[in-house]
């Protein structure tokens, strides 16, 4: 069995998603050794890192991270490459993979996005059309390796379109030691009381 990491180290110096300062995370020490043990205190936004967004994120009547059953947020799971797509990811693109998309399977776009020293403002991301795709074809997650699954869009199109079918969907996965295949996913969120959305530490396995 090998087991992939896909979450990125939370620190300090993270990049966060447009470079926003006010989503950098805060580590502090609460207490020292020398005051009996070592504890600190996270200030984290729950949309840093790797982390799943929740129906509330964009609908005011969408279900809270605590309310999703855990099975939406584990299972069967398929990473498409898109790594040559600049741009948008359409239908006709997921449509076209080698790789077919299963009911109740989990869905990871990987994409040219990856690790750099400062936030990449023409990620590649998940267009209206592959969106809706996604929801005909019945899948319980989806997943990307930038910290949004949209760009500019109005009215946020992808998101609300996912959420309104009540698929949870992770953003910041680190997929660049993935390659194109099956594997069984895992990224459980905290239980946040009426969380928009959580971090997740997310693996993919390989058995």
Known sequence: MKIYDLSPEISEEMIVYKDK???????????????????????LD????????????????????????????????IV????????????????????????????LLKTKNKSERSFNQNFTYLDKSGAEYLVSKKIKAVGIDSLGIERNQPEHET?????????????????????????????LPLKIRKGDASPVRAVLIME
């Not at 805060?26 to 996270?42: P, Q």
């Not at 079918?165 to 295949?181: A, C, R, W």
């Open 159 to 187: 998101h609300k379109i996912l959420l309104r079918n009540n698929i949870p969907i992770f953003e910041g996965l680190d997929l660049s030691k993935v390659n194109q295949g099956r594997y069984f996913f895992h990224g």
């Open 46 to 77: 729950s949309h840093t890192g790797s982390h799943v967004d929740a129906p509330y994120h964009m609908l005011e009547n969408g279900k809270t991270i605590e309310k999703i059953p855990l099975e939406k947020f584990m299972g069967k799971c």
């Open 80 to 107: 498409l490459d898109f790594t040559k797509i600049k741009n948008s990811i359409t239908k006709n693109n997921i449509k076209n993979s080698e790789i077919k998309i299963k009911k109740n399977g989990i869905v």
């Open 21 to 43: 300062a006010e989503k950098k995370p805060k580590i502090k020490a609460a207490r020292t050794l020398k005051e009996g043990s070592n504890e600190s205190r996270i200030e």
